[in-house]
């Protein structure tokens, strides 16, 4: 599949008067894909046709990112990803799924975590119940702050010139950044840098760089709740790690299995960062093998 194919088989719904594309196939229970940064629902398609043969896989570009609308003056934050996806869910009639996350989508995953084992409130979504989550499988992000090690061109995003270095980004940027975070052998085609370039820039992307940003601030105000919640998540709760990624790899490991007695993790030698797009079948079947454990429980 093209990302153009991608994209006109997406679908869309309006969160807060702005438009927000996701994709939807397959039939079963549901399972929900959330992305990193800075890319999109465009990072699973490699392993979109495994995941779809046997789930109801739903996969959105938060508000911010891809093809969905990228307000210039919107006060992007993780808590607020987090009601997008609920608002998603809840429209689409999902009462429970398993979930999936990446980078960015860590954190998002962890306040959902969070609202539903910490919080344990029903009835956040336009009076309607939250969907219940059912496993949790997260891949290399920052799940905890204090392991988390961001690019130089993060840490200047995060700046006070900030809105400047996001203007400066270019596919060469990216290009760079990326053959430092995935592994030796798995790194990006051509192609595949031309198309997550061309969600970044999609609708003028980045404009809001650093107003995306924020969420390594945000990772660290949220510390004792998203960390809380990992070592008490409520469903079970995979790692599926890339070692060689120098931002949330080994090193996020090792912290992870300090902090969680007995921690499930699946270690991918030789891979980095961006693990479903490295290593799709490793990837894939890390997540089937987790749900499929869970359901004989």
């Known amino acids: 599949m093209t990302l153009a194919q991608w994209q006109a088989a997406g679908l869309d719904f309006d969160y807060r008067g702005h438009r927000i594309f996701y994709r939807r ?14 890319t999109a629902s465009w990072d699973w398609y490699r392993i979109w046709d495994a995941l779809t043969a046997r789930f109801d896989v739903i996969a959105p570009d938060m508000i911010g990112f891809g093809f969905s609308a990228k307000p210039p003056d919107y006060p992007y934050s993780l808590l607020d990803q987090a009601t997008l996806i609920e608002s998603l869910l809840a429209e689409l009639g999902v009462e429970r799924y398993h979930l999936v ?28 119940a939250a969907a219940r989550i059912e496993t949790c499988c997260l891949l290399n992000g920052g799940i905890i702050p204090g392991s988390h090690r961001p690019l130089l061109v993060q840490k200047l995003l ?62 660290k105000e949220q510390e004792a709740r998203w960390v809380g919640v990992l070592r ?26 300090e902090l969680v007695p007995r921690a499930d993790v699946v270690e991918l030698a030789g891979i980095g ?19 499929d454990a869970a359901a004989v429980r």
């Not at 196939?25 to 800075?38: D, K, N, Q, S, W």
């Not at 053959?179 to 030796?184: P, Y």
């Not at 797009?277 to 990837?283: F, G, L």
């Open 101 to 128: 996350a990446h980078d960015y989508g860590d954190s998002v995953a962890q306040e959902l975590l969070a609202r539903q084992v910490v919080d344990q409130i029903d009835d956040r979504v336009d009076g309607d």
């Open 232 to 257: 008490r998540p409520g469903v079970p709760l995979r790692l599926v790690n890339g070692p060689e990624d120098p931002i949330s790899g080994g090193h996020v490991v090792t912290a992870f299995r």
């Open 158 to 219: 995060m700046s006070p010139v900030g809105f400047l270095i996001g203007r400066l980004v270019n596919k060469g940027t990216l290009r760079r950044s990326f053959d430092d975070i995935f592994g030796a052998d798995t790194r990006p085609t051509e192609q595949e840098l031309d198309d997550f370039w061309a969600l970044i820039e999609y609708n003028g992307g980045r404009r809001v760089f650093h107003r995306l940003i924020r969420y390594m601030r945000e990772r």
């Open 25 to 38: 196939e397959g039939r079963g229970t549901p399972l929900l894909l959330i992305h990193g940064f800075p």
């Open 273 to 291: 960062h961006y693990p479903q797009v490295e290593a799709p079948q490793r990837v894939s079947a890390a997540i089937l093998e987790q749900i």
